[in-house]
């Protein structure tokens, strides 16, 4: 029998490394009110490795891409501004120190979470619309993949 993890209470956090190089596996902040948090698929290239004596073409498995570019869709309110923003500077201060920042994605029937580092963008804006509820697109650029590890503890 199938147990299915579902998104419903889902969060995200993240964390700044205090030791450089290294995941924590504690005392990550909940980014709130995240309507919607980026992929990463993971796909390969795939390499042509055919020589002239080929009769059809050979391919090997090249370097996985989770892709540069991430973008996350926050719930427009004051309290993810300041997290948002607090977390950027913070980001700033330890990227200059040679540490990273580690997003970790918690979904609450699951022992364990997907992780990846990024830097974490300024906020802009995603613009206004009639009878929506705001948003506010939030960047980040992936530097590296943790992939499914434990969940951290607080």
Not at 13 to 34: L, N
Not at 60 to 82: C, M
Not at 102 to 129: H, Q, R
């Amino acid at each position: 029998m199938a147990l299915e993890i579902s998104t419903v209470g889902a969060t995200v956090k993240y964390a700044i490394e205090t030791t450089a190089g290294t995941r924590p596996t504690t005392g990550y902040t909940e980014i709130p009110d995240v309507n919607e948090a980026p992929d990463f698929p993971m796909d390969v290239e795939v390499l042509d490795a055919s020589n002239t004596t080929d009769t059809i073409t050979r391919y090997i498995a090249g370097r996985q891409d989770p892709g540069g570019d991430k973008e996350f869709t926050l719930n427009h309110t004051e309290n993810v501004i300041t997290v948002w923003e607090t977390m950027v500077t913070s980001s700033e201060t330890a990227y200059a120190q040679g540490k990273q920042t580690w997003f970790e994605y918690v979904y609450p029937d699951a022992t364990k979470s997907f992780f990846f580092s990024a830097i974490p963008l300024s906020l802009g804006n995603g613009g206004i619309a009639q009878n929506e509820v705001d948003t506010i697109p939030a960047h980040v650029i992936c530097t590296g993949i943790g992939g499914w590890a434990t969940k951290s503890t607080t």
